[in-house]
C-alpha cells in the first residue's frame, strides 16, 4: 500500500525521465492531477490523460524532452512529505531558481503554482519544487 501518492508520482515521473521512456503511468489522485496540470501548463510535460481500468483510475503521463534528448526537467523534488508537512503564508512563498523553477502549493483555493498563490493572497502547504 503507498501512503503517499504524491511522492510515488514524483518518483515515476524522475525515474521515467532518467531512462528517456515516453510515457509513465501514475496512480490517481484530485490532487496529483492537479499536479500534472500546473506542470502541463508550465511546459514540464508535455500531456496527461485520466485512464479507467476497471473499478480503478491511472494517470498516463506523456514526457517532455528537448532537442538533444535530455529531459526538460532538472529537479523534481517532493517538499512536504506525511512525516513533517511544510507549510508557507502568503508573505513566505518567493520565487524558485530565480524565477526559473516552479513551487507547487496545495491552498484553500486549490492546488496551484507559487507564483498564483502569491497573486491570490494565500498560503498552504507546499508539496513540490520543479525546474
Not at 64 to 73: H, L, P, Q
Not at 86 to 93: H, P, R
Not at 99 to 123: C, D, P
Request: glycine letters at 10%; charged letters at 30%; a positive charge.
Amino acid at each position: 500500500m503507498i501512503n503517499d501518492l504524491i511522492s510515488d508520482g514524483l518518483t515515476r515521473i524522475r525515474n521515467a525521465a532518467m531512462r528517456r521512456i515516453d510515457t509513465t503511468k501514475l496512480l490517481h489522485s484530485n490532487v496529483v492531477e492537479a499536479t500534472l496540470v500546473i506542470l502541463a501548463d508550465k511546459g514540464y510535460i508535455e500531456s496527461f490523460n485520466v485512464v479507467e481500468e476497471g473499478n480503478k483510475k491511472f494517470i498516463n503521463v506523456v514526457l517532455k524532452y528537448d532537442e538533444k534528448g535530455k529531459s526538460v526537467i532538472n529537479e523534481l523534488k517532493r517538499v512536504s512529505k506525511p512525516g513533517r508537512r511544510i507549510y508557507q503564508g502568503k508573505d513566505d512563498i518567493k520565487r524558485f531558481k530565480s524565477g526559473y523553477g516552479t513551487i507547487i502549493v496545495s491552498t484553500s483555493k486549490g492546488v496551484m503554482s507559487g507564483i498564483e498563490a502569491n497573486k491570490a493572497g494565500v498560503g498552504g502547504e507546499v508539496l513540490c519544487t520543479v525546474w
